[in-house]
């Protein structure tokens, strides 16, 4: 059973808008350090952001001003909004946490294609 699931992920065009979620499939997403990561073709997977127990979020300065994670305790859910994209933004998205409190990111989703075209 794969732990974590991605999905709002799709085609959209420059400037536009997506908000992918992550949700922890039979498990909870509460107090749970998580993040995003993505990959693109014939590139190393990078962090984009990452949400800390306390729900404070860390971006890298290559992703400052147009990401933003969050959570809903709610939906037991992680989101990632993505604002004015890009064509270098195209990529695979990955969620991951820790899930069992490791102490690393040992949970991963499938990942979800992002593809900003003109």
């Known amino acids: 059973q794969v732990p974590l699931v991605e999905s709002g992920g799709g085609s959209v065009q420059v400037g536009g808008s997506l908000r992918l979620s992550c949700v922890a499939s039979g498990r909870s997403f509460s107090d749970v350090p998580a993040a995003w990561y993505r990959q693109a073709p014939g590139e190393q997977r990078e962090l984009v952001a990452r949400i800390s127990r306390g729900d404070s979020a860390y971006y890298p300065d290559s992703m400052q001003g147009r990401f933003t994670i969050s959570r809903d305790n709610a939906k037991n859910t992680v989101y990632l909004q993505m604002n004015s994209l890009k064509f270098e933004d195209t990529a695979v998205y990955y969620c991951?946490?820790?899930?069992?409190?490791?102490?690393?990111?040992?949970?991963w989703g499938q990942g979800t294609q992002v593809t900003v075209s003109s």
């Open positions: 991951t946490a820790d899930l069992d409190g490791l102490g690393y990111f040992a949970d």
